[in-house]
C-alpha cells in the first residue's frame, strides 16, 4: 500500500496504542473522549495500513510501522559518520603501476592520494588509471600525481555531513566515493570514505528499521 498521511486524531490513536496495547477500541474512544462509531474509520484505516494489528477479543496492537515524517526524521538523522567506511590512501609518488595493484589487492574503486604530511591532494578513479594504461606508456615510471585530479576540484565531505548531503554529492559529480576528511590549517587528512555501497546500505536499514 502507497504511503499514506495521517490526520492529527489517528497520529493520537497511534500514540495511545502504542503506549497502552494491548487496548481496545472503546478504551482508545474513552481516551479520546469520543465514541467508538466516530473512531471506526480511523482505526480502519490504520489497521489495512498496517499501522495497527486487531486481535479480536484482545483489542489493537502497534505493529510497528512508523509514520510518514518519522521516516523523514530519521533519514534526516543519518551522518556519514554512521556509515563511513576505511579509506585506501596512497602516496603521490607511487607508481601509476602500483596504484592499480593496490586498486585490486584493496578491492575498491577508487584511492584517495596524500602528500608528505598525509593531507588529501588528490584522488584515483579506476578510469583515472584505465585511460593511462591504454597505450604502450611504461606505468612503472609514472608517479599517479600527474593523472590524478587534483585539489579543488575534488568533492569531499566531512563526518558530521548528513547523509542525504553527501549522496547529493555523489550523484551531481558522478562519481563512486568521498574521502572523508578532517580540517586541518595546512590540509585535510582523510579519516574515511563514503561510497555508493555504504548509502544502499544505509537506506536499506532505515528500510528495516522502520518497516518498509
Request: hydrophobic share 40%; aromatic share 6%; with cysteine.
Amino acid at each position: 500500500m502507497s504511503p499514506i498521511e495521517l490526520n492529527k486524531r489517528q497520529e493520537e490513536i497511534l500514540e495511545i496504542v502504542k503506549g497502552n496495547g494491548p487496548i481496545t477500541g472503546e478504551q482508545i474512544a474513552e481516551r479520546l473522549s469520543l465514541t467508538r462509531a466516530t473512531l471506526r474509520p480511523d482505526l480502519a484505516i490504520l489497521t489495512m495500513a498496517g499501522y495497527l494489528d486487531a486481535r479480536p477479543r484482545v483489542g489493537y496492537f502497534y505493529s510497528g510501522k512508523k509514520t510518514g515524517q518519522a521516516v523523514i526524521d530519521s533519514m534526516m538523522n543519518m551522518k556519514v559518520k554512521d556509515f563511513q567506511s576505511i579509506p585506501v590512501v596512497v602516496s603521490e609518488n607511487i607508481s601509476v603501476y602500483d596504484a592499480i595493484c593496490q586498486m585490486f589487492l584493496e578491492d575498491v574503486g577508487t584511492l584517495f592520494v596524500v602528500d608528505k604530511n598525509a593531507y588529501l591532494t588528490g584522488v584515483l578513479s579506476r578510469k583515472d588509471l584505465l585511460r593511462t594504461s591504454i597505450g604502450n606508456q611504461d606505468l612503472n615510471h609514472i608517479p599517479v600525481h600527474i593523472i590524478m585530479t587534483r585539489m579543488p576540484n575534488i568533492a569531499f565531505c566531512m563526518k558530521t555531513d548528513g547523509l542525504i548531503q553527501a549522496a547529493q554529492k555523489l550523484i551531481e559529480r558522478q562519481i563512486d566515493a568521498l574521502p572523508v576528511v578532517l580540517e586541518h590549517p595546512d590540509g585535510y587528512e582523510v579519516i574515511g570514505r563514503l561510497t555508493k555501497t555504504n548509502i544502499t546500505r544505509a537506506f536499506l536499514s532505515l528500510a528495516d528499521n522502520h518497516d518498509l
